[in-house]
Protein backbone atom coordinates (compact mmCIF):
# COMPACT_ATOMS: atom_id res chain seq x y z
CA UNK A 1 0.00 0.00 0.00
CA UNK A 2 0.99 3.61 -0.88
CA UNK A 3 0.02 6.28 1.55
CA UNK A 4 -1.05 9.54 -0.55
CA UNK A 5 1.39 12.44 -0.57
CA UNK A 6 0.86 14.98 1.84
CA UNK A 7 -1.44 18.31 1.05
CA UNK A 8 0.53 19.64 4.26
CA UNK A 9 4.04 19.05 5.13
CA UNK A 10 4.70 20.79 8.66
CA UNK A 11 9.05 20.29 9.50
CA UNK A 12 10.75 20.39 12.66
CA UNK A 13 13.91 22.64 11.91
CA UNK A 14 16.95 21.89 13.47
CA UNK A 15 17.62 18.15 13.39
CA UNK A 16 15.17 17.62 10.47
CA UNK A 17 16.38 20.44 8.23
CA UNK A 18 19.61 21.83 9.77
CA UNK A 19 22.29 20.41 11.51
CA UNK A 20 23.07 23.28 14.16
CA UNK A 21 25.02 21.17 16.94
CA UNK A 22 27.81 22.84 16.58
CA UNK A 23 26.54 26.56 16.74
CA UNK A 24 24.70 25.06 20.24
CA UNK A 25 27.39 24.61 21.64
CA UNK A 26 29.51 28.07 20.97
CA UNK A 27 26.25 29.57 21.87
CA UNK A 28 25.67 27.20 25.25
CA UNK A 29 29.21 27.18 26.18
CA UNK A 30 29.35 31.38 25.99
CA UNK A 31 26.20 31.42 28.01
CA UNK A 32 27.55 28.77 30.23
CA UNK A 33 30.72 31.30 30.53
CA UNK A 34 28.66 34.42 31.58
CA UNK A 35 25.68 32.69 34.10
CA UNK A 36 29.13 31.05 35.78
CA UNK A 37 31.25 33.96 35.68
CA UNK A 38 34.03 31.81 34.21
CA UNK A 39 37.23 33.53 32.98
CA UNK A 40 38.48 31.19 30.84
CA UNK A 41 36.97 31.00 27.11
CA UNK A 42 38.36 27.88 26.26
CA UNK A 43 35.96 24.67 27.09
CA UNK A 44 37.58 21.68 28.50
CA UNK A 45 39.05 19.33 26.49
CA UNK A 46 36.00 16.50 25.46
CA UNK A 47 33.04 18.67 26.18
CA UNK A 48 32.18 19.75 23.01
CA UNK A 49 31.76 15.89 21.70
CA UNK A 50 29.87 14.91 25.79
CA UNK A 51 27.25 17.99 24.82
CA UNK A 52 26.67 16.55 21.37
CA UNK A 53 26.09 13.14 22.85
CA UNK A 54 23.61 14.13 25.47
CA UNK A 55 22.06 17.24 23.38
CA UNK A 56 19.32 14.58 22.03
CA UNK A 57 18.22 14.85 26.17
CA UNK A 58 16.50 18.27 25.94
CA UNK A 59 13.42 19.55 23.84
CA UNK A 60 14.67 23.04 23.92
CA UNK A 61 17.50 25.72 23.84
CA UNK A 62 17.34 26.96 27.02
CA UNK A 63 18.17 24.00 28.78
CA UNK A 64 21.58 23.60 26.87
CA UNK A 65 23.73 25.22 29.71
CA UNK A 66 22.19 23.12 31.88
CA UNK A 67 23.36 20.04 29.78
CA UNK A 68 27.00 21.81 30.10
CA UNK A 69 26.06 22.54 33.94
CA UNK A 70 25.54 19.04 34.65
CA UNK A 71 28.40 17.53 33.02
CA UNK A 72 30.74 20.18 34.51
CA UNK A 73 29.62 19.10 37.98
CA UNK A 74 30.20 15.44 37.57
CA UNK A 75 27.21 13.82 36.37
CA UNK A 76 27.46 11.05 34.13
CA UNK A 77 25.76 10.68 30.75
CA UNK A 78 23.63 7.58 31.95
CA UNK A 79 22.57 9.47 34.61
CA UNK A 80 21.41 12.46 32.48
CA UNK A 81 19.56 9.78 30.56
CA UNK A 82 17.66 8.27 32.85
CA UNK A 83 15.26 11.49 33.72
CA UNK A 84 16.59 14.99 32.41
CA UNK A 85 13.39 16.53 33.27
CA UNK A 86 13.63 15.95 36.41
CA UNK A 87 17.37 16.58 36.58
CA UNK A 88 16.64 20.14 35.04
CA UNK A 89 13.91 21.15 37.72
CA UNK A 90 16.47 20.13 39.98
CA UNK A 91 19.62 22.14 38.71
CA UNK A 92 17.36 25.10 38.13
CA UNK A 93 16.26 25.21 41.86
CA UNK A 94 20.12 24.80 43.00
CA UNK A 95 21.38 27.19 40.65
CA UNK A 96 18.81 29.86 41.29
CA UNK A 97 17.84 30.17 37.72
CA UNK A 98 14.67 29.87 35.59
CA UNK A 99 13.57 28.58 32.44
CA UNK A 100 13.14 32.47 31.41
CA UNK A 101 16.60 33.46 32.55
CA UNK A 102 18.14 30.44 30.69
CA UNK A 103 16.36 31.10 27.18
CA UNK A 104 17.13 35.24 27.77
CA UNK A 105 20.89 34.32 27.82
CA UNK A 106 21.08 32.32 25.13
CA UNK A 107 18.67 34.23 22.55
CA UNK A 108 20.67 37.42 23.81
CA UNK A 109 23.97 35.57 22.97
CA UNK A 110 22.77 34.73 19.35
CA UNK A 111 21.21 38.35 19.04
CA UNK A 112 25.05 39.42 19.91
CA UNK A 113 26.66 37.12 17.80
CA UNK A 114 24.68 37.81 14.85
CA UNK A 115 25.03 41.10 15.21
CA UNK A 116 28.59 41.19 15.81
CA UNK A 117 29.70 38.74 13.52
CA UNK A 118 27.12 36.89 11.29
CA UNK A 119 29.28 35.27 9.19
CA UNK A 120 30.92 33.08 11.42
CA UNK A 121 27.18 32.55 13.24
CA UNK A 122 26.78 31.33 9.97
CA UNK A 123 29.30 29.11 9.40
CA UNK A 124 28.63 26.87 12.34
CA UNK A 125 25.23 25.29 11.17
CA UNK A 126 24.21 24.27 7.98
CA UNK A 127 21.57 22.51 5.92
CA UNK A 128 21.06 18.92 5.51
CA UNK A 129 22.92 18.02 1.84
CA UNK A 130 19.69 18.17 -0.45
CA UNK A 131 17.32 19.85 1.68
CA UNK A 132 17.64 23.46 -0.04
CA UNK A 133 16.64 21.71 -3.42
CA UNK A 134 14.15 19.76 -1.92
CA UNK A 135 12.39 22.47 0.38
CA UNK A 136 12.29 24.96 -3.20
CA UNK A 137 10.59 21.56 -4.48
CA UNK A 138 7.97 21.23 -1.81
CA UNK A 139 7.12 25.10 -1.65
CA UNK A 140 6.39 24.80 -4.86
CA UNK A 141 3.96 21.91 -4.82
CA UNK A 142 2.08 22.07 -1.39
CA UNK A 143 2.04 23.69 1.56
CA UNK A 144 4.95 23.49 3.77
CA UNK A 145 4.89 24.71 7.62
CA UNK A 146 8.33 24.48 10.18
CA UNK A 147 7.33 24.22 13.71
CA UNK A 148 10.22 24.88 15.57
CA UNK A 149 11.28 25.67 19.15
CA UNK A 150 13.84 27.84 17.67
CA UNK A 151 12.88 31.30 17.31
CA UNK A 152 11.51 32.45 13.97
CA UNK A 153 13.80 35.18 13.33
CA UNK A 154 16.64 32.90 13.65
CA UNK A 155 15.27 30.25 11.17
CA UNK A 156 14.63 32.90 8.39
CA UNK A 157 17.66 34.26 8.55
CA UNK A 158 19.60 30.71 7.85
CA UNK A 159 16.88 29.80 5.11
CA UNK A 160 17.73 33.05 3.65
CA UNK A 161 21.20 32.76 3.81
CA UNK A 162 20.63 29.83 1.36
CA UNK A 163 18.17 31.71 -1.15
CA UNK A 164 15.34 29.67 -0.11
CA UNK A 165 11.95 32.03 -0.87
CA UNK A 166 10.07 31.95 2.15
CA UNK A 167 6.49 33.67 0.53
CA UNK A 168 4.45 30.58 0.42
CA UNK A 169 6.46 29.19 3.91
CA UNK A 170 4.59 29.45 7.43
CA UNK A 171 6.89 29.30 10.26
CA UNK A 172 6.08 28.73 13.69
CA UNK A 173 8.80 29.40 16.01
CA UNK A 174 9.31 29.73 20.10
CA UNK A 175 7.71 32.93 20.29
CA UNK A 176 4.36 31.55 18.92
CA UNK A 177 4.36 30.04 22.36
CA UNK A 178 2.41 26.74 21.94
CA UNK A 179 3.21 23.30 21.85
CA UNK A 180 3.88 21.47 18.69
CA UNK A 181 0.72 19.49 18.94
CA UNK A 182 -1.58 22.74 19.18
CA UNK A 183 -0.39 23.81 16.67
CA UNK A 184 -0.88 20.71 14.59
CA UNK A 185 -4.06 21.40 15.58
CA UNK A 186 -4.78 24.33 14.43
CA UNK A 187 -3.43 24.09 11.31
CA UNK A 188 -5.96 21.05 10.82
CA UNK A 189 -8.79 23.58 11.73
CA UNK A 190 -7.73 25.39 8.71
CA UNK A 191 -7.78 22.60 6.28
CA UNK A 192 -10.78 20.78 4.56
CA UNK A 193 -11.16 17.30 5.97
CA UNK A 194 -9.48 15.76 2.85
CA UNK A 195 -6.19 17.30 3.86
CA UNK A 196 -3.62 15.14 4.48
CA UNK A 197 -0.72 15.69 6.95
CA UNK A 198 2.56 14.87 7.47
CA UNK A 199 4.85 15.73 10.22
CA UNK A 200 8.12 14.63 10.12
CA UNK A 201 10.50 15.51 13.98
CA UNK A 202 13.71 14.39 15.35
CA UNK A 203 12.45 14.02 18.78
CA UNK A 204 11.00 10.86 19.71
CA UNK A 205 8.85 12.51 22.71
CA UNK A 206 6.85 14.97 20.66
CA UNK A 207 6.36 12.02 18.06
CA UNK A 208 4.51 10.28 20.92
CA UNK A 209 2.49 12.89 22.28
CA UNK A 210 1.04 13.25 18.70
CA UNK A 211 0.09 9.65 18.24
CA UNK A 212 -1.35 9.65 21.67
CA UNK A 213 -4.33 12.40 20.58
CA UNK A 214 -7.12 10.90 18.84
CA UNK A 215 -8.39 14.13 17.13
CA UNK A 216 -4.43 13.85 15.59
CA UNK A 217 -4.99 10.69 14.68
CA UNK A 218 -4.67 10.84 10.77
CA UNK A 219 -1.46 13.02 10.94
CA UNK A 220 1.33 10.86 9.85
CA UNK A 221 4.30 10.92 11.78
CA UNK A 222 8.05 10.09 10.93
CA UNK A 223 11.03 10.17 12.79
CA UNK A 224 13.82 11.98 11.17
CA UNK A 225 16.47 9.60 12.51
CA UNK A 226 19.27 11.93 10.67
CA UNK A 227 18.55 14.10 13.46
CA UNK A 228 18.93 15.21 17.13
CA UNK A 229 17.88 11.33 18.67
CA UNK A 230 19.59 8.48 20.34
CA UNK A 231 20.13 4.96 18.95
CA UNK A 232 17.98 3.60 22.01
CA UNK A 233 15.14 5.93 20.19
CA UNK A 234 15.59 4.54 16.64
CA UNK A 235 15.20 1.55 17.56
CA UNK A 236 12.00 1.67 19.59
CA UNK A 237 9.99 3.13 15.95
CA UNK A 238 10.75 -0.48 14.76
CA UNK A 239 7.58 -2.29 15.88
CA UNK A 240 5.47 1.24 16.05
CA UNK A 241 2.92 1.24 13.25
CA UNK A 242 2.74 5.13 13.39
CA UNK A 243 6.08 6.75 13.61
CA UNK A 244 7.91 5.50 11.11
CA UNK A 245 11.69 6.22 9.26
CA UNK A 246 11.01 8.34 6.23
CA UNK A 247 14.36 6.26 3.91
CA UNK A 248 13.07 3.77 1.52
CA UNK A 249 15.20 1.90 -1.39
CA UNK A 250 13.20 1.91 -4.65
CA UNK A 251 13.69 0.06 -7.73
CA UNK A 252 13.14 2.62 -11.15
CA UNK A 253 10.56 1.20 -13.51
CA UNK A 254 9.20 1.73 -17.14
CA UNK A 255 6.81 4.21 -17.59
CA UNK A 256 8.21 6.67 -14.86
CA UNK A 257 7.15 3.67 -11.99
CA UNK A 258 8.95 2.59 -9.29
CA UNK A 259 9.30 -0.34 -6.36
CA UNK A 260 9.96 0.25 -3.04
CA UNK A 261 11.83 -3.01 -1.81
CA UNK A 262 12.88 -1.61 1.73
CA UNK A 263 12.18 1.20 4.11
CA UNK A 264 14.84 1.81 6.69
CA UNK A 265 16.15 3.28 10.08
CA UNK A 266 18.89 5.62 8.96
CA UNK A 267 20.24 6.97 5.61
CA UNK A 268 23.18 4.81 5.70
CA UNK A 269 21.32 1.70 6.38
CA UNK A 270 19.27 2.31 3.01
CA UNK A 271 22.63 3.75 1.12
CA UNK A 272 24.20 0.02 2.33
CA UNK A 273 21.42 -2.01 1.41
CA UNK A 274 21.37 -0.60 -2.14
CA UNK A 275 25.00 -1.15 -3.09
CA UNK A 276 24.14 -4.48 -2.01
CA UNK A 277 21.32 -5.11 -4.33
CA UNK A 278 23.57 -2.99 -7.54
CA UNK A 279 26.33 -5.71 -6.52
CA UNK A 280 24.22 -8.30 -7.07
CA UNK A 281 22.39 -6.96 -10.00
CA UNK A 282 24.27 -4.19 -12.02
CA UNK A 283 21.26 -3.67 -14.18
CA UNK A 284 19.41 -3.01 -11.56
CA UNK A 285 18.25 0.93 -10.97
CA UNK A 286 18.01 1.60 -7.64
CA UNK A 287 17.62 4.64 -5.51
CA UNK A 288 17.35 6.03 -1.88
CA UNK A 289 14.50 8.47 -1.50
CA UNK A 290 13.14 10.41 1.21
CA UNK A 291 9.72 8.93 1.07
CA UNK A 292 7.41 8.25 3.91
CA UNK A 293 5.02 7.66 1.94
CA UNK A 294 5.31 3.88 1.87
CA UNK A 295 4.37 1.27 4.09
CA UNK A 296 7.27 -1.45 3.37
CA UNK A 297 8.46 -2.71 6.35
CA UNK A 298 11.53 -1.59 7.90
CA UNK A 299 15.28 -2.82 7.82
Known sequence: MVNPPPTVLALDYDGVLCDGMKEYFQTAWRAYCHLWQLTDPVPPIGLAEQFYRVRPLIATGWEMPLLLRALLTGYSETEMAQDWDQLAQQLLKQEGLSAAILAAEVDGIRDHWIASDPTSWLAEQYLYPGVAGQLTLWLNSIQVVIISTKEGRFIQQLLQQHEIDLTNLRIFGKEVKQPKHQILRQLKAEQPDSAVFWFVEDRLKTLQVVEQLADLEDVQLFLATWGYNTAAERAAIADDSRIRPPWVVVRLLPKMQRCTLARCRSRSDAESYAQT???????????????????????
Open 277 to 299: LRTLNPGLQILVVFDPGSSKSSI
